[in-house]
């Protein structure tokens, strides 16, 4: 089992910064693909980022391109979503999950097993 807790959600104006945490507990943190996915009121979960194990490779939704980068820490069994010039169609619930593979469903919703709670992110035009 992997317990995972995000943290770092919060309301900022459009063009601002917010940056989040995903804390895991439970099995070996750096045994996990770790992936970053969001859902907007009314809309499906949609894929935002991942990362392989020792942080490289990642990958991206090319929505969130160039602006949002993720990283992580194994020996702080933290992953990270920094967001850059945000945007409202950003608003949305945030949620981290771990996976024990990368492959082609890596963007994928049905690839991770352990998910967090969420955390919000508000972004005001």
């Known amino acids: 089992q992997v317990q995972l807790v995000e943290s770092g959600g919060g309301l900022v104006q459009a063009g601002g910064s917010l940056s989040l945490s995903c804390a895991a507990s439970?099995?070996?943190?750096?045994?996990?693909?770790m992936g970053w996915f969001r859902q907007a009121p009314g809309k499906e979960r949609e894929f935002v980022a991942a990362?392989?194990?020792?942080?490289?490779?990642?990958l991206y939704a090319d929505s969130v391109k160039g602006r949002f980068t993720i990283s992580r820490d194994n020996a702080k069994n933290t992953v990270y979503l920094q967001m850059n010039s945000l945007k409202p169609e950003d608003t949305a619930v945030y949620y981290c999950?771990?996976?024990?593979?990368?492959?082609?469903?890596?963007?994928?919703?049905?690839?991770?097993?352990?998910w967090g709670q969420g955390t919000q992110v508000t972004v005001s035009s």
């Open positions: 990362i392989s194990w020792g942080g490289a490779p990642t």
């Open positions: 999950a771990a996976s024990p593979t990368w492959y082609s469903g890596t963007n994928s919703l049905r690839g991770y097993d352990y």
């Open positions: 439970g099995r070996t943190f750096s045994s996990y693909v």
